[in-house]
């Protein structure tokens, strides 16, 4: 069956930087778009970034030259590059892919203090 694991999250000051990973199975993960989105408390599910087979990447306004998504074919993982960190990019952060259905990871909190 398909799993989505992350890892990665934790907590940094105003600044810092986290990697977020996204280990993938039971998809053809070369041929799949990945995508993070997180999620703050009382907010609504909001997408982060994105990249496709080809290696064509997306962002969200709000991340635009701080964040770098990147995929590894080889690992069948995906990756989140958090630079720059700000307390308003604490979110709890999911990795999300389709295959037929939607697929979602467990999530992994990144908190951020000021």
């Known amino acids: 069956q398909v799993q989505l694991v992350e890892s990665g999250g934790g907590l940094v000051q105003a600044g810092g930087s986290l990697r977020l990973s996204c280990a993938a199975s039971?998809?053809?993960?070369?041929?799949?778009?990945m995508y993070w989105y997180r999620q703050a408390p009382g907010n609504q599910r909001d997408l982060v970034a994105r990249i496709t087979p080809d290696n064509s990447s997306n962002y969200a306004d709000s991340v635009k030259g701080r964040f770098t998504i990147s995929r590894d074919n080889a690992r069948r993982t995906a990756y989140l590059q958090m630079n720059s960190l700000k307390p308003e990019d604490t979110a709890v952060y999911y990795c999300?892919?389709?295959?037929?259905?939607?697929?979602w990871g467990q999530g992994t909190q990144v908190t951020v203090s000021s």
């Open positions: 039971g998809i053809v993960f070369s041929l799949k778009t």
């Open positions: 999300y892919t389709w295959q037929g259905r939607d697929y």
